[in-house]
């Protein structure tokens, strides 16, 4: 597999300002060889989000996740703490954990039934040294547990880093968080709820990830793709903003929550009621900031040309899971379900575009694709980093 270096000629292009900018290369978004790449490249060494917390919530929960192909396990052991390990077996490489479970103690593999616990430490090896002998000389079972990856749970989003290179979580994730802070305060957010009802989604789309992030970075296409959510937050009234290289997004200043439910959520304390923020972190995390609910969405690229989006909303304290609120609950997810699904004709049509010699990265826009831009050029510096 070539090593996806961009030409010096492409990355003039893709940086390029003042309305001259051009995107990617249709490999990027098509060659097999290029997404493998972003695997080690792009979202190995940094954090890279892989699921909600809130989707283990018992201790002894667990759920395998995937990662460009490589298999991982999120669990939440005793102590209720969210751990993430490689669900491999030790002994052949079994893939442990095929679907999401519960277990009382113990995490036994399928094949011959070695068994670790919820610390990934490996309890038994039945009948390893032959019938009825479950040791073997000299075979230290300590040194064969599950292979934890280094992981952080922030918002309810579940992080990882594969090479073990990233900087610590609260250095990287600070700017981002800076900015939410200003919006309602830290203690609040802790008491956001994942809610058990109408609060999740999941999207496939039969396009590169990339395509979605892009998507989702602008609002230029509102009024046309989005006739019902331009009402509520209508293009006019958007701004955008930039993290430098760990995020970018849109904001709306005249955001109306009241027209999309009969019965108000519960509110942030402080939080300007008209605003609405949609940082989007790289690599695959957006995020709906409001007054009166939050929701999450991670990106999973499965392949070169299929991506699963997962949604999870949330609510301010425990009366908005409340039966009271059953009826607004389903409202709002309804009103997100419509808004995301009328993402997919457009970026199917952008994947299909982009087998066409004719387009060679199109156009970036100064002012209405900036954001976008922001994320191109952050792709084309994790595939041809500086020189040290």
């Known amino acids: 597999m070539n090593k996806p270096f961009l030409t010096s000629a492409q990355i003039e292009a893709i940086t390029a300002s003042g309305g001259c900018a051009t995107g990617l290369p249709n490999e990027a978004y098509t060659c ?7 695997r080690e490249a792009v979202f190995a060494n940094t954090w890279t989000c892989v699921g909600h917390g809130c989707s283990i919530p018992l201790p002894g929960d667990l759920k395998p996740v995937g990662f460009l192909g490589a298999p991982l396990l999120m669990l939440r052991n005793r102590q209720d703490q969210v751990r993430v390990f490689h669900n491999v077996c030790s002994h052949r490489g079994n893939e442990l954990v095929w679907q999401s479970c519960h277990v009382d103690q113990l995490i ?57 290179t990233a900087p610590p979580f609260e250095k990287f994730i600070a700017p981002l968080q800076h900015r939410i802070d200003r919006l309602g305060s830290r203690s609040q957010f802790a008491e956001l709820r994942a809610v058990r009802d109408h609060g999740s989604l999941t999207i496939d789309f039969s396009g590169n990830w990339k395509l979605d992030m892009e998507n989702n970075l602008e609002s230029y296409h509102l009024p046309w793709v989005h006739p019902d959510l331009n009402v509520v937050s209508r293009l006019e009234d958007h701004y955008h903003y930039y993290g430098g290289d760990l995020f970018a997004g849109q904001g709306s200043t005249k955001y109306d929550h009241t027209r999309i439910n009969r019965k108000s959520f519960p509110l942030f304390d402080g939080w300007p009621q008209q605003e609405a923020e949609y940082p989007s972190l790289y690599p695959n995390v957006f995020l709906g900031l409001h007054c009166d609910h939050f929701w999450t969405r991670i990106l999973e690229p499965v ?72 994320f191109a050029k952050w792709i084309a510096e994790k595939l041809n980093p500086a020189p040290a």
């Open 108 to 164: 036994r593999c399928p094949y011959h039934s070695w068994t670790y616990d919820l610390e990934g430490n490996l309890l038994a090896t039945p009948h390893v040294g032959g019938t009825g002998k479950n040791d073997i000389e000299g075979f230290d079972r300590s040194g064969h547990g599950l292979r934890e990856v280094r992981s952080e749970v922030w918002l309810d989003l579940v992080f990882v880093n594969l090479s073990e």
């Open 303 to 374: 392949g070169v040309d299929r991506t699963l989006d997962h949604l999870q909303i949330y609510y301010l304290g425990d009366a908005a899971e409340s039966e009271e609120y059953r009826e607004e609950r389903e409202t709002r997810l309804k009103f997100w379900t419509k808004v995301f699904n009328e993402d997919v004709g457009v970026i199917e049509g952008m994947q299909r575009g982009r087998q066409s010699p004719a387009f060679e990265g199109g156009v970036f826009t100064p002012l209405m694709d900036e954001p976008s831009h922001h």
């Open 32 to 38: 097999p060889d290029f997404f493998r790449w972003e």
